[in-house]
Structures are given as structure tokens and as C-alpha cells.
């Protein structure tokens, strides 16, 4: 048995140690109880000591949970650690605590600046021999999880429930408040006899400087000290250790400069395993258990009922009380003291729900989960960058949320404008607050959709920013200004000279149009031009609608069109057919630049024709491959440049015999391929009857190699496009009559089925059918015998 103490006389044999899980209602409610009993002189808390400091921030009411300490490196923000609490977590309580009654607390864990420095000191695992890659292998199969074998000794398959049953579920008039932690003390006592250190050779440093700490407290403030920790590392504090064997451990340890502040955090991050390690699956629920004063089960059914009805979904009082009853009775047929989260569930699926998990997951999102968000106040410590954030999101009205969220934006508005500049900056500098979405609406450049959604590692990216300047505006600007020279492709800048204008960054627009002058002067490659001009068009139109002065942006979109112009035709011979693919996703993206351009800018009403000119070349040129061709007769039809017999003519030419079934299946891909392509075959027939004509006389040994393009350009049809097609090429060709009796200039389709071509079935289908026959017949005749 261990030393542990007694009622009477908590602190009787040294320190006061209350093992906890953390984030554990049952372990926050008894550790409020032992604190309140026992009245230390100092609380201990398990928890990075340079966060000291921050503590008497707990008094602040601005300051909600769940919150985490977040530790990052100086001069490496990336480089971070979280301590997350939630109201219910055990070290909060103690927190809370010691503020409230004015009696000093501090934490005692193993310093951030060795936690961090110690990360990094690990080096490249890919680097690590053979022999210390299956040394880590064997620790971490060997590591025991103290709660899993604690419930199988108890005779239970879930740890969780096991920890509900003897934890959670305790009365709230606790008679003995050390009890449960003596139980514990002596659990883990056994454990750690039994498995050491479990598999984590770095709690051994660990609880050397814990042992450290206590002691110095103890000399400081006497024997009245409390320890709020793991439950795990209980043991090997009270175990007696030399200071010199506790120094030796710490000695040699890596150190790097540090950084601690409060940040928000939310339910679901807690939901993971972070920080202390001890990741819940259900923090919404624990929330609650900790937070109901008496019939937790009934409250939460009450919750999920209101849930559900906000939904729209007929729950009643009735409903409510049957599924109460339910969780009960389950509780009492598996031997439980009380309805835990897994019998409420249960209740909730069968009658709330009526059987569907589909209702079942928004209750296990919205309420076991939870999209809780914890508040920081302004005077805890922060880099500028993160205030200045702060100071904007007021200004305009953004408050960070958990739960994610559409935003509809009007351009033409001040303030959304500024929420749009404001969103773009912070995506520019790795900030992804907000993700552009889909417009349900307009989809015109004056409105913009945002999806947002607060994570807490957002704090460490605001963190990393901050070595670009000290407000948003500066820090965008200085990394613009350093990605644009940094950029290796021409298409990287001009991306970046959209993202500018979309930001609102005018300063760092001069930079980034003299790379990209530099680049496009420089580039040959018609490719990369052709893959830069759009963004640079979208930038101009973008400018237009923020009012941005894009003159300069302009003349470099004009120049890199003419240049496109010109080499775009030898660039377009000899292509093979995954560059001839790539190539042609360059001509469309050009060919709705170039449009959108000459409506942009005065002065350059020359640039269409020269590009139609350019559609004609690649049209016409055999060294083409029959995919561009194909799509350059395309597009000039589109803009009503060809009149429909002359494109006929060319697809004539193009499915003539004498050209290769390939050639011709990528011409037909590239010309009723994309957007329209089935629409354009549906009300020209001519055409279609040129496609189907050609893709009858395709060689039985040939129609494997083209059917998987034919399959490919049309089966991107609308289903009903394909039906409508379909029932245009089962009727067939038609007699050659045109209307009113006149023959026809060019094959049709006739509006009834040919029945010339239908009765070549028949003797196939008297022989499957057995029959003999004395005359010729019809289809329509041998089928009316067949139904009667």
C-alpha cells in the first residue's frame, strides 16, 4: 500500500498528490473537493514553469476555456507546443482554485525550452540506424496505456467505460475526498512495478524535475504543498530519489528560447490526442457531466431533444421521457451504476431518432463533440501580428467561430471589401482562416464566398507571420514582395500578382510586375506563357471591381498575349498526345482570356482577330495534332467565325478515309469534347451524321484504340444529352427526302425508324425463334405474331 494520505492529516506524510486523468470531470470535481479539505500553502501543476507568469490571467473573466498554453520557439514558430484545458480538466480546477483563494500556484513540468529543443535533438528518423529504428519500434509497442489495463484487470473491454463506472459516476457528496486518489496511487503503484516506465524512457527526466520542483516548493512553503498531475507519474513522485540521481537525468539537456501566451482552443481539438496526450473522444458530453448540478442523463436528453427540433425533427416531452426510461433500463441490464454516454446514445438512436443514424451524427458533431471555442483576453501576452488580427476582426466584425461558416461578400460595400482584402492577406501569409467557395448566387467579380473556420493552430501560423512585420497589411506585403522573387515559374508570378490585387496590397505590386516583366522577357516557353496569361487577365477584371490602378498590369497582359500569338502554332506541331492534352487546356484558358481581355482594354480591339487568326493556322496545319485542330474549329465556331458548312467541310476532311482512326477520334475529341460539345452534335445533324458515318467505317481492328477516347469525350455528356443522342442515332439516317418531298442537300435523320434496315434482323431472329419463313415479311409483322 502506498503512503498515501488521510483526511485528517493530508499532508502527513509529505506532499499532497492528487493523480488525475486529464481532462477528466470526475478527476476535476475531486480534485476541487481534496483542495478544498486539504487548504495547501501552494499548488503544483503539471505543466510547462515558464507559463508561471500567465496564471493570475485565470482571474480574468475574459479568459474562457477550453484555452491552451502554447509554447513556440523564438526564433522558430513553427517549432510549438500545446498544454490544452477545458473547463473540466482537473489543472483548470486547480488553477481556478489557487486564484480564487489567493494561494500561489505554479507549474512544474519539464521546461518548454527543453520539450522543444529536445523534439528537434531527435534528428531525421530516416536517418537513424537499423538497429535504433527497431530499438523505437520495440518502446513503442511496449508502451502500456494505464487506463486499458486498469479496465481489463476490472474485467472491462472499454477503458472508457471502465473509467465512466469507477470515476465518473461517482456520487457528487464525496464523504472521503483523498479516497479516489489513494485508490489510484496504489493502482498505478502496481503498474508501475509491473511495467516501469511504460514505454516513455522521457518520463523518467520528466518526474526528475518534478521531484525537483516539490522539493524546493516544500523548502519554500513547508510541508502543506499539493501536486496536481498525471495519475501515472504519481508513484514515482513519492518514490525517494537522490537529488544528485534527479540532477544527473536533467544534465546535458538541449535548450532552445521560448515564447508562452494563452490561445483559444476548441471541443473538437480536444477530441485528439495533443498537448498533455490525453485526447477524449467525447469532450461535449464530459462537459456536461461536469457542468449538470443533478440528472445529468435527463438534461442531456432535454439538450438533444432541442437540438433535434431546431432541425426541423418532431420530438416531443414524450419522446424525451421514453428515451430516459430506456437509458436507464440498459444501464441496469449491463451492470452499470448509472446510464453512461454509450446507453444514452443508445436511447437517443432508438427513439429520438427513430432507428436513423443520420440524425444520430449531427447530435454526436454538434453535442458529444461540440464546436466550443475558448476566449483569450487582450492583455495576455501576444505577438503584434495576432493583436493587430484582433484589432481588424473587431473592426470588422469577423469574430472567430469553431463551427464553420459560409460568408457571402458584396465588393461594392466598404466593409466587405475590407473582409475580403483582410481574408486574402492572411491566406497569402499561410493563414487559412478562410477558404474561397462556390458563389450560390451572382458569380460576378463584385461578390466573393468565404468558408470559415477558427483552428487553434492558426495561432502558430500567425506565430510564423510574424517575422513578415508587426500588422497584416506589412506582413502581406513584405511576403509578397519576397515570394515574387523567390518564385521559380512565370506562372507563380502572375498568380501572384492576382493574389496582390485580391489583398489590396498596392505597395507590393511594383515588385511583383518587375519579376514578372523580367520572367515573361525571359520565359520562351509558350506553355508557360500561355498557363500565366489568364491569371493575369482575372487580376485586371479583379482590379476593375476594387477600383485597383492596373495599368502597368495591362501592358504586361498584352504583350504576353502577342507573344503567345506568335509562338503558339510551332509550338502546337508534333505534339504527342499527353502534351497534345496539356496544350489544349493552355488554347481554352487563352481563348477565354483573350475574350475577356478585349473587352478590359481600350486600345487593343486587335487582339481578337489576331487570335482567330491563330484558331485558322492550327486548323488547318497537318503537323497539328487532330486534338487541336479539332479544337481550333471548335472555338471558331463558337465565336461565329465559321459558318456551319464550312465546318462541316473540315470534319469532313478530318474523318475522311485515308486519315488514321487516332487522328480522327482526337479530332472528334477536341471538337465536340468540353462544354456544348453534345448540345452542338444534338442540333446540327449534319454533324452528327458525319461522326456516325466515320465511326461506322472504323476498322473492327482499329475500334478498340479509339474507343477509349470516343468513351472519354462522351461520357462527359449530361445524361440527357446521351439519351437524346442516342434516340438520334437509332432512328438512322434518313431516305435522303427533305421537307415537303424535296430531296435533301446533305444526309438528315428521318423522324420514324427505317424499316428497310430494321427487317436485316430477321433471319437471325427466325432462327432464334424456330420459325420458317414461306414469304417475306416484315419486323412489324413477325413481332405481332410473336405477342400473340
Sequence with gaps: MSDAPSPAGAFDSGPLLLGVRHHGPGSARAVRAALDAAAPAVVLIEGPPEADPLIPLAADPAL??????LAHAVDEPGRSAFWPLAEFSPEWVAIRWAVEQGVPA???????????????????PEEASEEEASEEEEVRHARVDPLAALAEAAGYDDPERWWEDAIEHRGPGLREPFAPFAALEDAMGALRERYGDGGRPRDLVREAYMRLQIRAARKEFGDEVAVVCGAWHVPALRAKATVTADRALLKGLPKLRT???????????????????AGIDSPGWYAHLFGAPDRPVERWLTKVAGLLREEDRIVSSAHVIEAVRLADTLAVMRGRPLPGLTETT????????????????????????????GEVPESAPAVPLQRDLAREQRRLRLKPEALERELELDLRGET???RGRLLHRLRLLGVGWGEPARSRGSTGTFRETWRLRWEPELSVRIAEAGVWGT????????????????????????????????????????????????????????????QALPALVRSLRYGDVRGTDTGALADVAAALAERVFIGLPPACATLDTDAAQEMRGHVDAVHGAVGLLAETLTGHDGLRPRWRAVLRTLSQRDTVPGLLRGRAVRLLLDDGVLEAEEVARLMGLALSPGTPPGDAAAWVEGFVGGGGGGLLLVHDERLLALVDAWLTSVPADAFTDVLPLLRRTFSAYE?????????????GPGSGAGAGGHPATSPGFAPEADAGRADAVLPVLHLLLGLT????????????????
Excluded: N
Excluded at 64 to 69: D, E, K, T, Y
Excluded at 259 to 277: E, F, I, M, N, Q
Excluded at 488 to 501: I, P, Y
Excluded at 719 to 731: C, D, I, M
Design 719 to 731: 445524361p440527357g444529352v446521351r439519351r437524346t443522342l442516342g434516340e438520334l442515332v437509332r432512328r
Design 416 to 418: 466587405d471589401a475590407a
Design 259 to 277: 515564447d508562452l501566451t494563452w490561445v483559444p482552443w476548441t471541443h473538437r481539438r480536444l477530441a485528439r490526442s495533443s498537448g498533455y496526450g
Design 106 to 124: 505554479r507549474f512544474i513540468d519539464l521546461p518548454a525550452t527543453h520539450t522543444l529543443a529536445w523534439e528537434e535533438d531527435t534528428g531525421d
Design 64 to 69: 474562457r476555456p477550453p484555452v491552451a498554453l
Design 773 to 788: 419463313p414461306e414469304q417475306p415479311r416484315s419486323m412489324d409483322d413477325d413481332l405481332a405474331g410473336v405477342g400473340k
Design 471 to 530: 500588422t497584416v497589411l506589412g506582413a502581406a506585403t513584405a511576403k509578397a514582395e519576397a515570394d515574387a522573387v523567390a518564385a521559380r515559374a512565370l506562372a507563380d508570378v502572375t498568380a501572384l500578382a492576382e493574389r496582390c490585387l485580391l489583398a489590396g496590397l498596392p505597395d507590393a505590386l511594383p515588385v511583383v510586375m518587375r519579376v514578372l516583366a523580367d520572367r515573361a522577357a525571359l520565359d520562351a516557353d509558350v506553355s508557360h506563357l500561355a
Design 346 to 373: 443508445d436511447a437517443v438512436r432508438a427513439v429520438l431518432c427513430e432507428g436513423s443514424d443520420v440524425p444520430l451524427s449531427l447530435v454526436y458533431d454538434r453535442l458529444v463533440v461540440g464546436d466550443v471555442l
